[in-house]
């Protein structure tokens, strides 16, 4: 045996490196010969399924960068937190639904942006915009003088990595680089318009992810692949993408080694133009976070929906990629705001803002068709998140510790009825079904399609629930719940444990 173990090193040697040749004969028939042949040929057979998995290169072209599999923790991960923080967060506004704005001319992060569009399409929210501007600033004021404010003296990461803990969120998403170009890490490409060199002078980007990995959490970073208003973009696109953009984004990498990296302002270019597929070979195959990397589909105009690797949805825009209320087998994650704007918005008041029964039933939906959600919060200048986002985010924690069993870790149920009862959902996990209802029932409830469930119970309930099975249905009798059970609100599931 112990002749069998001393040999088995060189036979691992030789096959990490592919060189069955070396091989000699002798040593082969030893191996086959000896009583312990069973245990070192599944050794072997283990190195070369590693060997294997490790050695999986991706070409900088989508069929074969798309064959990359999402890494696993992100579909199970179900929930994010978004953070959109930047110099935008100085003057935090927009205008919004009462104003008569639409959609995306809610986002206070496109403050500067929107000063300077004196289109035709732009003009009326211009204008809007002008006469904030204007009226609380003066017109002289620039845009690029409110770095000067951005001071982030309050900002203190590992209390935010304990609001967004005890939200039940498992990942984060903090915007490195807007379309304003401002950087919260010390980008030399962004030399005098970062974080550490203006404004803050700190690293934003990097004490924001030591505490959320400390934390136990997924860190990510959103980043914008286009500029407004840089020169260089705007006169020699090629050199801002092969001097600027490209380096950028791999010192974000290598910095920081992200779990995600989400990429946006996309728009005005193809994925050729911007050479994505060259930046992704090299994320896949070359970079620290090559194993684990999550990506989205922001990589050119051509590519939402279709090529990168998670594919997203802002605010259910029905031109979004089209994939509201659709079926949706591909991993993909929806955006959104507590508010209407990504960025922080004085000009929001509480109508403006989602309940937190709204965001869960949000939450329930989105995962119930197999998606995540991920829930942005503006933070102020000075570095505090607005309490009225941490009492959202409370709520949706104090939920999710009851039932999170039923959307972490699960799936969409492919046997789910066609005709969908209002205010029901379902998701899977295993072999136990979860019925996820978002007002209580007052009758009982069938449920088809389904084997005899082992058990029957309403997560957060330590009373008994009856239900009984017939013809492929179960049926479950809602019990009644104390009214003094606060811990039961927004939305209720039952778990059918064994029923698939």
Known sequence: ?????????????????????????????????????????????????????????????????????????????????????????????????????????????????????????????????????????GPNFKYQDFVNSFTANMFNPTEWADIIKSSGAKYVVLTSKHHEGFTLWPSKQSWNWNAVDAGPHRDLAGDLSDAVKKAGLHMGFYYS??????????????????????????????????????????????????????????????????????????????????????????????????????????????????????????????ADYQTSEDLVKVLIEKVSRGGNLLLDIGPTADGRIPVIMQQRLKDMGDWLAINGDAIYGTKQWAEAPNVKQPGVYYTAKGNDLYVLYTQFPTQPLMVEGVKKAT??????????????????????????????NNNLKFAWVFKLAGAL
Request: hydrophobic share 40%; with cysteine; charged share 20%.
């Open 1 to 137: 045996m112990w002749q069998a173990i001393r040999f088995a090193p060189y036979v691992v040697k030789n096959l990490v490196g592919l060189n069955f040749v070396a091989l000699s004969r002798t040593r082969v028939n030893f191996i086959a010969n000896s009583p312990h042949m069973k245990k070192v040929c599944l050794l072997i057979l283990f190195i070369i399924a590693i060997k294997i998995s490790f050695s999986q290169t991706y070409s900088p072209n989508w069929q074969s960068l798309d064959a990359r599999p999402v890494p696993a923790w992100f579909s199970d991960a179900k929930f994010g937190i978004f953070i959109h923080w930047g110099v935008y967060s100085v003057p935090a506004w927009g205008p919004t639904a009462k104003d008569g704005a639409g959609v995306y001319d809610r986002y206070a992060e496109w403050y500067w942006y929107k000063l300077m569009d004196t289109s035709t399409h732009g003009r009326k929210v211009h204008d809007m915009f002008k006469n904030f501007h204007d009226k609380t600033y």
């Open 455 to 484: 058990s029957v119970n309403l997560l957060g309930f330590s009373g008994s629930v009856k239900a009984t099975f017939k013809n492929n249905a179960l049926i479950i009798q809602p019990p009644l719940v104390p009214i003094t």
């Open 225 to 350: 692949l286009y500029e407004w208003f840089n020169p260089t973009y705007k006169s020699d696109f090629n050199n801002y993408v092969d001097a600027h953009m490209m380096p950028q984004m791999k010192d974000l990498v290598t910095r920081y080694n992200p779990d995600i990296v989400w990429t946006d302002g996309e728009w005005e270019h193809t994925s050729a133009e911007w050479k994505s597929e060259q930046f992704l070979s090299w994320l896949y195959n070359e970079s620290p976070v090559k194993n684990n990397v999550v990506v989205n589909d922001r990589w050119g105009s051509d590519t939402r929906s279709k090529h990168g690797g998670i594919y997203t949805t802002e605010y259910d825009l029905e031109g979004d990629n089209n994939l509201k209320d659709k079926v949706i087998t591909h991993p993909w994650e929806e955006c959104r705001g507590i508010g209407e704007s990504f960025g922080y918005n004085r000009n929001e008041d509480l």
